[in-house]
C-alpha cells in the first residue's frame, strides 16, 4: 500500500500531476451523473417488462448489494486515495493477476459500458429532433445490426403479423434503414451518426481537463434532477393503483405477475442503472481531501438514485400496465404519450439528452485513469500514464478510450453491450468485497472513512443457516429443482428452441452461489471476518446467478482474452517482474 501510495501522490507525479480540484459535493454529482442516465431513461423500460410492478423488489436488492459495496470501496478510498478504482484496490488485496483481471473487466464497464450509453443518447436526441420536425434519415440513426435484426424477423413473419409488427414505430424505422440505405458493393451503410459525434464531443470535453468537466457536469446534474422530480410528480397524478397488481398467466392479481424468476431476469437493465456509483472513486487523485470526501460522495449518490429509481419504477408501473413496456427504449416519455402529455414528452427527452451526456462524461473520465493506474504498475506501455502538460489529464489513455467507445458504435447493438457491461461490474464488485476481508484491519483516524467492524464469526453462518432453513419450508422444491437436471418435461427444450445449457446454467449459478456461502460461512468461522465485505460478497454473487449462459459466455471469453495480453506483456513487463530481475 505505501508502494502504491507514492505513486499516485502530488510528490510521486510532481509538477505533472493531475489537479486536485473536486470537494465532496463535486464528487457526489459526477456519482449522481454517472448513475441517473441510461439506466433510468432507458433501460428501466425492459426491467419494467419483464418484472412488472416487482422489478422495485430488485431495485432494493441492487440497492442494498451496492451499500455494502460502497462500504468497501469507501474503506479502500481511504487508504489508497489513487486512480484507479476497484483495479487499485485489487493490486493491493489480491496481487498483480487479479488486479490485471479486474482492470480487464473494468474496461468493460466503463469503455463498453459507454457504448450502451452513446446508444441510448441518439435514440432520445432522434426523439427530440422528430418532436420539433427535424427528422435524419433512418440509416443514420440505428446500429447496423439493430437494422439487421428487425429485418430478419420481419421477413419470417407472416400477414396478420406483419401488421402488429409494424404498429411498433422502432421496428417500422429499422426495417426502412434496411431497406433504403445507400449500398457500398455488397455493404450496407447503416450506422448511428448522432453516437458517434457524442463520443467524439466528449472525449474533448474530457481532453481539456478535469475542471471544465466538473462544472459541466454540475450544471447538468442539477438540471436532470429537477426534471426527473417533476417526471415523478406528474407522473404520480396519473398513477392506476390496480397497475401495481395486474393479472398474471394464472388469471391472478399479483405485485410480481412472471414470479420471482421474472423479476431476477431485469437484472441486468437494473443492475446496469447502478454501475456509475464506483466511477467516483476513479477520481481519488483530483480530490481535495480524498480519504474523507471519497466516501461520503459515493454514499451520497448511492442512497439518492435508490430513491429516485425507486419511485420512477412505482411511477412507470402505475400510470400504464407492465406489458406496455415491451421493446420501448424510452420508458419516461413512455407514459406520457399513453396519457397524451406532449409538454412531458418533450420535456423527458431533452432531459434524457442532458442525463446519458453526463454519464458519457463520467464514464469517459474514468477508464483513462485506470488505465493509467495500470500502465504506472507495468501491466501496460509507458505511453497510458503521460500526463498532458497545459490540461493535466491522461492525455493517450484518453485519446483512445474515445476510440474504443467509438469503433465498437459501428457494428454492434444495446441488448448485447447491455448484458456484457453488468456482469462484469458485478464480477469487480465482488472483489473488492472479497478484497477488503484480505488487508489488515487498521486503527480508527479522525477525518478519514472508518468502515464499522462486525464480528461476522458466527452472524454470517447463521444468517446463512436461516435463509436455507427458510427456504426449505416456505419453497419445499426449491432445492431439489436446482439438484434437477432433467429438462425432458420443459416444452421449448423438447421443440429445440433452448439448449440444455440454457436451462442449466440459473441452476449451476445458484449451486455455485450457496457453495460459496458455505464456505464463506466457514471462513468466518475461522478468520473472524467482518460482517459488511461479507455481505457485500454475498448479495453480488447472488445477483449473478441472473446472469444467462449468453452473458457467461462472452464474459469468459472477453477474460480469455485479457489472460492471454497479460501473459505476452504485463507478466514480462511489470513492476514486480523488473524487481524479480533485478
Not at 457500398?184 to 457524442?198: E, H, Y
Not at 420471482?260 to 437494473?270: D, I, K, L, R, Y
Not at 468502515?451 to 416456505?474: E, G, H, K, R, T
Request: net charge neutral.
Amino acid at each position: 500500500m505505501e508502494s502504491i501510495l507514492k505513486e499516485g501522490s502530488d510528490d510521486g507525479h510532481g509538477a505533472t500531476g493531475l489537479k486536485r480540484v473536486l470537494n465532496v459535493r463535486d464528487l457526489t454529482f459526477f456519482g449522481i451523473a454517472a448513475i441517473i442516465g441510461a439506466g433510468s431513461f432507458s433501460s428501466l423500460g425492459d426491467a419494467c417488462f419483464k418484472g412488472g410492478p416487482g422489478v422495485v423488489v430488485l431495485f432494493i436488492i441492487c440497492g442494498i448489494a451496492c451499500a455494502f459495496t460502497a462500504f468497501c470501496y469507501s474503506e479502500f478510498a481511504s487508504r489508497i486515495p489513487v486512480a484507479g478504482s476497484a483495479y487499485t484496490y485489487a493490486y493491493a488485496s489480491f496481487g498483480e493477476l487479479f488486479a490485471w483481471i479486474i482492470g480487464w473487466a473494468l474496461i468493460m464497464e466503463y469503455s463498453i459500458g459507454n457504448i450502451y450509453v452513446a446508444f441510448s443518447w441518439s435514440d432520445y436526441f432522434t426523439s427530440f429532433l422528430h418532436k420539433v420536425n427535424v427528422h435524419m434519415p433512418d440509416y443514420l440513426t440505428c446500429s447496423y445490426q439493430e437494422a439487421k435484426k428487425a429485418f430478419l424477423n420481419y421477413r419470417e413473419l407472416t400477414s396478420p403479423e406483419q401488421l402488429e409488427f409494424l404498429k411498433n414505430q422502432a421496428n417500422a424505422e429499422l426495417i426502412n434503414a434496411w431497406n433504403n440505405c445507400p449500398v457500398a458493393g455488397s455493404l450496407k451503410m447503416i450506422f448511428d451518426l448522432p453516437a458517434l459525434v457524442i463520443n467524439v464531443l466528449i472525449t474533448t470535453l474530457v481532453y481539456i481537463g478535469i475542471k471544465e468537466s466538473r462544472n459541466f457536469s454540475n450544471a447538468m446534474v442539477i438540471l436532470k434532477l429537477a426534471v426527473v422530480a417533476l417526471v415523478i410528480i406528474v407522473g404520480a397524478y396519473y398513477i392506476n393503483p390496480d397497475n401495481w397488481f395486474p393479472v398474471n398467466d394464472a388469471g391472478v392479481k399479483n405485485f410480481m405477475p412472471n414470479g420471482f424468476g421474472g423479476v431476477m431476469a431485469a437484472v441486468s437493465g437494473v443492475f446496469f442503472a447502478y454501475i456509475g456509483f464506483d466511477a467516483v472513486s476513479v477520481l481519488a487523485e483530483e480530490s481535495k481531501n480524498p480519504q474523507r470526501d471519497l466516501p461520503r460522495g459515493m454514499t451520497y449518490s448511492l442512497v439518492i438514485c435508490t430513491v429516485v429509481y425507486i419511485l420512477l419504477a412505482l411511477v412507470l408501473t402505475g400510470v400504464v400496465n407492465y406489458k406496455q413496456f415491451e421493446n420501448v427504449g424510452d420508458p419516461l416519455a413512455k407514459i406520457f404519450e399513453v396519457k397524451n402529455v406532449g409538454w412531458m414528452q418533450l420535456l423527458v427527452s431533452v432531459c434524457a439528452v442532458i442525463a446519458m451526456t453526463s454519464v458519457l462524461l463520467v464514464f469517459q473520465m474514468g477508464q483513462p485513469r485506470i488505465w493509467m493506474s495500470m500502465s504506472r504498475d507495468g501491466l501496460l506501455p509507458p505511453v497510458f500514464q503521460r500526463i498532458h502538460k497545459k490540461y493535466k489529464t491522461p492525455s493517450f489513455a484518453t485519446i483512445l478510450t474515445g476510440v474504443v467507445v467509438g469503433l465498437p458504435i459501428l457494428f454492434t447493438d444495446k441488448t448485447f453491450v447491455l448484458d456484457f457491461t453488468s456482469i462484469a461490474t458485478l464480477f469487480a464488485f465482488v472483489l473488492v468485497c472479497g478484497g477488503v476481508l484480505l488487508i489488515p484491519r487498521k486503527e480508527k483516524e479522525a477525518g478519514r472513512f472508518n468502515m464499522p467492524y462486525i464480528n461476522a464469526q458466527f452472524i454470517f453462518p447463521l444468517l446463512i443457516l436461516a435463509a436455507i432453513i427458510i427456504l426449505a419450508v416456505w419453497a419445499p422444491g426449491y432445492f431439489s429443482d436446482i439438484l434437477n437436471f432433467n429438462f425432458s418435461a420443459n416444452a421449448d427444450y423438447a421443440a429445440n428452441k433452448v439448449s440444455f445449457m440454457d436451462l442449466a446454467t440459473p441452476k449451476i449459478s445458484l449451486i455455485i452461489f450457496w457453495l460459496s456461502c458455505i464456505i464463506l460461512s466457514i471462513f468466518a468461522l475461522v478468520k473472524k471476518y467482518s460482517l459488511i465485505p461479507l455481505m457485500g460478497v454475498a448479495t453480488c454473487l447472488y445477483l449473478l446467478t441472473g446472469m444467462t449462459k449468453s452473458n457467461w459466455a462472452w464474459f469468459l471469453g472477453w477474460l480469455l482474452l485479457g489472460l492471454v495480453i497479460y501473459f505476452f506483456y504485463g507478466y514480462k513487463k511489470s513492476r514486480l517482474a523488473n524487481a524479480e530481475q533485478g
